[in-house]
């Protein structure tokens, strides 16, 4: 017989010894620090060499602070008016003060977590003495004798560590063996005893149920709530209160979905032990036992898929934060704020006018064909976005006809296309150039049928333009002969453009539109060996839409018009704070006075001309004045029109998202057109779209400041 193993009704003498030598260390760490702390997941013989090794000096020096700062928090995406738009996230968590959760809930948790909670300090003196007996019994496990206090230090460490990217901290926060396991224990108590110093029982209590993980991407018990019963966390049920207390000692092993046999037997466990402990009577025990697991698994929806028709805008304002230095030295400093910095963002877009406009879009080309139509509405003076719409569905399934991520209103670089030729909607620019060399609507110029010039006719930058030969007809109208500049741009005509622009010097055009935001949506390499730009493209066909751009860029451009000439550029954040409620820096609309206002007065007058009497008078709105332009580019593969009331102005731009085929003979909504411009079938949109968006604000009618 081996007479060195455990001998029948007596305790092992390397337990007994390894009490005592616990109960020392124990006593030691008392003496230093007015507390019992100790590490009781650790075997006792290490745990007391390594207190032996480090000392009372190793508690002295450990920290007593605590931050929840580095907490993984969503950053929510708001509407103008405060409304929930979107939540960017890591990790699905919304935090809520104690009152908005369940009593029921309080006590399920506090019940099988750590029932005298609200008796003890930051460490259970009665909860150490029973795992010292436990542990030293040598009965195939240790027991641990952590509060709800130290578990709540424990997952703010977790989740410190993860924010950081500190995969070694993460671990060393749930070490469970050895002289780690005991460090770690060392250091949740000094912290808990700080956390205690400054938290009240209820705040630690809310601070816990915020934190703790309940499997499936929830954390906090109201993404719990909502995740496994599609209710608010204040209207849980005793028999849901028990389940999801009961998920957090392992949410893997008792995840409900997943296991639900298991969780319901932890369930039950959870209820037996509120009625040992006298939270529920009997009858409620037996009740909630007999009651099935009734999930209503509502799964989180979280980014930009889940704004609905501001999708598109959504994506627009998260691209913007992850290019801004103002939010991170780094894209990847700026992806983790957004994602677990607890931003909130207030946008600059207005709800009822994107439910109008993303109307409008939806009615005018209908989702689900090949034509494809976008809608930006920008508001003078300020620059910012009220709507943002096009008719298609965001979703990274692009497969599927009409579904797509790629955001047509905006630049390449900010995840839209690469823009599109404007027609004749640029001529507006050709106009203010125009009139701001001195130049007047009455002035005449000679529109010929067709027109055939060297390329010597026109002038850039100060010299004759070399190369062959540009020719050039007309699309919109087929007028031709003498003709005063209101007539021409009233009626659309190429040929008296293209002969204004011989009379100017096209970089002073260019420079004009890029004065005014308008630039190419893609950068373009345009001089071998130097850096791409957006610069626009200077051809003797400028004036006629030549360059790609994007709608909200033109949108903008039309907006100083409507504020007299005063360009804003358009901005999509009113406000950032951070999750302590500091308000961030974030870039304005660095708003300036590009055209003179006598000159944007009078191209008003003439563009009134075009809506009232021209060709955009499908955009007409009855008692408000509106002042536009249409476009149409070659074999009308975009069209476009651009236009603005005294309150707001929108870009309205029609076509197929890729390739260069034409609208023409296609059918749009069912109808098919032989011939398709501005005025046909972007004139509508924009009337429905500023219309609608004028009543949704109950704007004033206010007229236009007369030139001169």
């Known amino acids: 017989m081996d007479d060195t193993g455990p001998q029948p009704g007596r305790r092992p003498r390397a337990a007994l010894w390894g009490v005592t030598r616990l109960v020392a260390a124990f006593a030691g760490v008392s003496v230093a620090a007015g507390i019992v702390v100790t590490g009781l997941a650790a075997p006792s013989a290490a745990a007391a060499a390594f207190l032996a090794r480090r000392g009372v000096d190793l508690f002295e020096a450990l920290p007593t602070g605590l931050s929840e700062a580095g907490v993984s928090a969503p950053s929510t995406i708001l509407y103008a008016d405060g409304s929930p738009m979107a939540r960017i996230y890591e990790q699905n968590r919304v935090v809520v003060p104690l009152e908005a959760v369940a009593p029921v809930m309080r006590q399920a948790i506090v019940a099988v977590e750590d029932a005298r909670f609200y008796e003890h300090g930051p460490v259970d003196l009665q909860g150490i003495g029973r795992a010292l007996v436990n542990n030293a019994a040598g009965d195939g496990g240790t027991q641990g004798a952590s509060t709800l206090t130290q578990q709540y230090v424990k997952n703010v460490l977790v989740e410190e560590a993860a924010a950081r990217g500190d995969e070694r901290s993460a671990q060393e926060a749930t070490a469970a063996e050895g002289s780690e396991g005991y460090a770690r224990k060392l250091r949740e108590v000094k912290l808990a005893v700080g956390v205690e110093k400054r938290m009240s029982k209820d705040e630690i209590l809310a601070g816990y149920l915020n934190i703790v993980y309940f499997s499936h991407n929830a954390y906090g018990i109201e993404a719990a709530a909502q995740l496994y019963f599609a209710k608010s966390a204040r209207d849980l049920t005793l028999p849901e209160a028990a389940l999801l207390a009961g998920v957090v000692k392992n949410p893997a092993e008792y995840d409900p979905i997943d296991e639900p046999v298991a969780a319901r037997e932890r369930r039950d466990v959870v209820l037996a032990v509120m009625r040992d402990v006298g939270v529920i009577d009997e009858a409620a025990h037996d009740a909630a036992v007999a009651t099935p697991l009734e999930l209503r698994v509502q799964p989180s929806r979280q980014g930009c898929i889940a704004a609905g028709t501001a999708a598109y805008f959504c994506d627009h304002v998260t691209r913007l934060v992850l290019a801004d230095p103002a939010f991170g030295p780094t894209p990847e400093a700026r992806r983790q704020l957004l994602r677990t910095g607890g931003l909130t963002i207030t946008t600059t877009l207005d709800p009822r006018v994107q439910q109008v406009t993303a109307d409008a879009v939806n009615r005018g080309v209908a989702p689900g064909q090949e034509a494809r139509a976008a809608v930006s509405v920008v508001q003078p003076g300020t620059?910012?976005?009220?709507?943002?719409?096009?008719?298609?569905?965001?979703?990274?399934?692009?497969?599927?006809?009409?579904?797509?991520?790629?955001?047509?209103?905006?630049?390449?670089?900010?995840?839209?296309?690469?823009?599109?030729?404007?027609?004749?909607?640029?001529?507006?620019?050709?106009?203010?150039?125009?009139?701001?060399?001195?130049?007047?609507?009455?002035?005449?110029?000679?529109?010929?049928?067709?027109?055939?010039?060297?390329?010597?006719?026109?002038?850039?930058?100060?010299?004759?333009?070399?190369?062959?030969?540009?020719?050039?007809?007309?699309?919109?109208?087929?007028?031709?002969?003498?003709?005063?500049?209101?007539?021409?741009?009233?009626?659309?005509?190429?040929?008296?453009?293209?002969?204004?622009?011989?009379?100017?010097?096209?970089?002073a055009i260019a420079r004009t539109a890029?004065?005014?935001?308008?630039?190419?949506?893609?950068?373009?390499?345009?001089?071998?060996?130097?850096?791409?730009?957006?610069?626009?493209?200077?051809?003797?066909?400028?004036?006629?839409?030549?360059?790609?751009?994007?709608?909200?860029?033109?949108?903008?451009?039309?907006?100083?018009?409507?504020?007299?000439?005063?360009?804003?550029?358009?901005?999509?954040?009113?406000?950032?704070?951070?999750?302590?409620?500091?308000?961030?820096?974030?870039?304005?609309?660095?708003?300036?006075?590009?055209?003179?206002?006598?000159?944007?007065?009078?191209?008003?007058?003439?563009?009134?001309?075009?809506?009232?009497?021209?060709?955009?008078?499908?955009?007409?709105?009855?008692?408000?004045?509106?002042?536009?332009?249409?476009?149409?580019?070659?074999?009308?593969?975009?069209?476009?029109?651009?236009?603005?009331?005294?309150?707001?102005?929108?870009?309205?731009?029609?076509?197929?998202?890729?390739?260069?085929?034409?609208?023409?003979?296609?059918?749009?909504?069912?109808?098919?057109?032989?011939?398709?411009?501005?005025?046909?079938?972007?004139?509508?949109?924009?009337?429905?779209?500023?219309?609608?968006?004028?009543?949704?604000?109950?704007?004033?009618?206010?007229?236009?400041?007369?030139p001169g």
């Open 383 to 507: 620059g910012r976005i009220l709507a943002m719409a096009q008719d298609t569905t965001y979703s990274p399934d692009e497969d599927v006809l009409g579904v797509t991520t790629v955001n047509y209103n905006v630049d390449r670089a900010l995840g839209g296309g690469n823009g599109f030729q404007t027609g004749s909607a640029f001529k507006t620019f050709t106009l203010l150039e125009w009139l701001a060399s001195g130049r007047s609507l009455e002035d005449t110029v000679v529109a010929p049928e067709r027109g055939n010039d060297p390329f010597s006719a026109f002038t850039a930058c100060g010299r004759p333009m070399r190369g062959e030969r540009y020719t050039y007809g007309n699309a919109e109208s087929d007028e031709s002969g003498r003709l005063t500049v209101r007539q021409a741009t009233r009626d659309s005509v190429n040929t008296a453009f293209v002969a204004m622009e011989k009379e100017l010097d096209l970089c």
């Open 514 to 706: 890029q004065d005014l935001g308008v630039r190419l949506a893609t950068p373009t390499v345009k001089v071998a060996g130097q850096p791409a730009t957006t610069d626009l493209h200077v051809f003797p066909s400028l004036t006629l839409g030549v360059n790609e751009v994007s709608p909200l860029a033109m949108a903008g451009a039309y907006a100083a018009l409507a504020a007299d000439g005063l360009f804003c550029r358009p901005v999509a954040i009113g406000e950032v704070r951070d999750r302590d409620g500091r308000v961030l820096p974030v870039p304005g609309a660095g708003c300036a006075q590009v055209v003179q206002p006598q000159v944007a007065r009078t191209a008003t007058e003439a563009l009134r001309e075009v809506v009232d009497a021209g060709t955009g008078t499908a955009a007409r709105l009855p008692e408000r004045p509106v002042a536009g332009k249409t476009g149409t580019t070659n074999d009308s593969t975009d069209v476009w029109f651009c236009g603005y009331t005294p309150q707001l102005a929108a870009a309205v731009w029609v076509g197929h998202a890729t390739g260069s085929r034409s609208l023409n003979g296609r059918p749009v909504n069912g109808v098919v057109r032989e011939a398709v411009y501005g005025g046909t079938l972007a004139a509508p949109i924009w009337r429905e779209a500023v219309g609608g968006a004028s009543a949704a604000l109950a704007l004033p009618v206010q007229q236009f400041a007369p």
